[in-house]
């Protein structure tokens, strides 16, 4: 079993836009600017927002946030995301999810200028993701193709499975798998919770994404000898050994599934590195075309 090391990935993916962004400010003048927006004190949103802000600082990006009360009125957000939209200093915008129940999420996401659209929600980069057209792939999913890339994964003919069916993750990840690229060419099963005899498709899987958000989901008789396994799932639960007060827990039972594995990510160390990494690069493909 090897561990697919979202840590030594997404570094090596940085330290490569680190000097991609030296060569672009000296070529053209031009710095990648990625604008956070925040609404709310959500403490996993908080954690994620700041990852992403200190990985722009890191490699020489600009970074800015804005943060706004949890009740602020939907015209609020609006004016913020329209103000981003035109300026021209701005290459990349993100919006935080999940926003406070008042508020349409797909509403709030169409506004983001598709230029700009650098975690890849947005209608247009998800319709060109269908053609296979070049765009603004969501972050999870190319992450996880990057990720896939490094280790050489051989994903040609084979199997894939993918457990959730969210519109950022499990449909852009099974759209990725089928299509005529390296890695993809799988033939890929797309499940969600409707989805009947979960566990003889999931038996049959030589790859298996699990992205639903149900902490160690996934069993070790689930999974058939040699699978490739990739934890999406990000879940906190309380733990008082911790200092944070909690845990971060994926949606495989990692103890018992990695010794069947031939490759599996860890949680955390895994996906959620790469999900950075990605925007990163998203952010600097937005820049360069501008
Ligand atoms: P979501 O809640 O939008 O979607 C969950 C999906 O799981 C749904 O499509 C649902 O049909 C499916 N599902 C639920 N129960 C099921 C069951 N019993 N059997 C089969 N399918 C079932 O979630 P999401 O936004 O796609 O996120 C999924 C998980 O991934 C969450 O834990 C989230 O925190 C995590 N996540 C991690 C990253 C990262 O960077 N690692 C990024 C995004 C999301």
């Given at each position: 079993?090897q561990?697919?090391d979202?840590?030594?990935?997404?570094?090596?993916?940085?330290?490569d836009?680190?000097?991609q962004?030296?060569?672009l400010?000296?070529?053209?003048g031009?710095?990648p600017?990625?604008?956070a927006?925040?609404?709310?004190t959500?403490g996993a949103?908080e954690?994620y927002v700041?990852?992403?802000?200190k990985?722009?600082?890191?490699?020489?990006?600009?970074?800015?946030?804005?943060?706004?009360?949890?009740?602020i009125d939907?015209s609020t957000?609006?004016?913020a995301?329209e103000?981003l939209n035109?300026d021209?200093d701005?290459d990349?915008?993100?919006?935080q999810?999940p926003l406070?129940?008042?508020f349409?999420?797909?509403k709030?996401?169409?506004?983001?200028?598709p230029e700009?659209?650098?975690?890849g929600f947005?209608?247009?980069s998800?319709?060109?993701?269908?053609q296979?057209?070049p765009?603004?792939?969501?972050a999870t999913?190319y992450?996880?193709?990057?990720?896939?890339k490094h280790?050489n994964i051989?994903t040609?003919?084979?199997?894939?499975v993918?457990?959730g069916r969210?519109?950022i993750v499990?449909r852009?990840?099974s759209?990725?798998?089928s299509q005529n690229t390296?890695?993809?060419?799988c033939?890929v099963t797309?499940?969600?919770?409707?989805?009947?005899?979960l566990?003889d498709i999931?038996?049959?899987?030589?790859?298996?994404?699990?992205?639903?958000g149900k902490?160690?989901?996934?069993?070790?008789?689930?999974?058939?000898?040699?699978?490739?396994v990739?934890d999406v799932?990000?879940?906190?639960?309380?733990?008082?050994?911790?200092?944070?007060?909690?845990?971060l827990?994926?949606?495989?039972?990692?103890e018992?599934?990695?010794p069947k594995?031939s490759?599996i990510?860890?949680?955390p160390?895994g996906v959620g590195?790469?999900t950075?990494?990605?925007l990163?690069?998203?952010t600097?493909?937005?820049?360069v075309?501008?």
């Amino acid at each position: 079993m090897q561990i697919l090391d979202g840590k030594i990935v997404s570094q090596a993916v940085k330290d490569d836009l680190k000097q991609q962004t030296l060569d672009l400010k000296a070529k053209a003048g031009k710095t990648p600017h990625l604008a956070a927006i925040l609404v709310g004190t959500d403490g996993a949103s908080e954690t994620y927002v700041a990852s992403k802000i200190k990985s722009c600082e890191e490699i020489g990006f600009k970074s800015s946030l804005q943060r706004f009360q949890s009740d602020i009125d939907e015209s609020t957000l609006v004016e913020a995301i329209e103000a981003l939209n035109r300026d021209a200093d701005v290459d990349g915008i993100l919006v935080q999810l999940p926003l406070p129940k008042h508020f349409n999420e797909e509403k709030i996401i169409n506004l983001i200028a598709p230029e700009k659209d650098v975690d890849g929600f947005h209608p247009i980069s998800l319709g060109k993701l269908v053609q296979g057209l070049p765009t603004f792939i969501s972050a999870t999913p190319y992450g996880i193709m990057l990720l896939l890339k490094h280790y050489n994964i051989d994903t040609v003919g084979k199997h894939a499975v993918v457990i959730g069916r969210s519109n950022i993750v499990g449909r852009p990840m099974s759209i990725l798998l089928s299509q005529n690229t390296n890695p993809g060419n799988c033939t890929v099963t797309l499940c969600h919770s409707k989805t009947q005899n979960l566990k003889d498709i999931c038996l049959q899987a030589d790859i298996i994404v699990a992205a639903l958000g149900k902490v160690s989901f996934l069993t070790a008789d689930m999974v058939k000898e040699n699978a490739v396994v990739i934890d999406v799932g990000i879940t906190r639960v309380a733990d008082s050994s911790k200092k944070s007060g909690f845990a971060l827990k994926g949606d495989v039972d990692f103890e018992n599934v990695a010794p069947k594995c031939s490759y599996i990510t860890p949680v955390p160390g895994g996906v959620g590195l790469m999900t950075i990494a990605a925007l990163l690069m998203n952010t600097f493909n937005a820049c360069v075309k501008k």
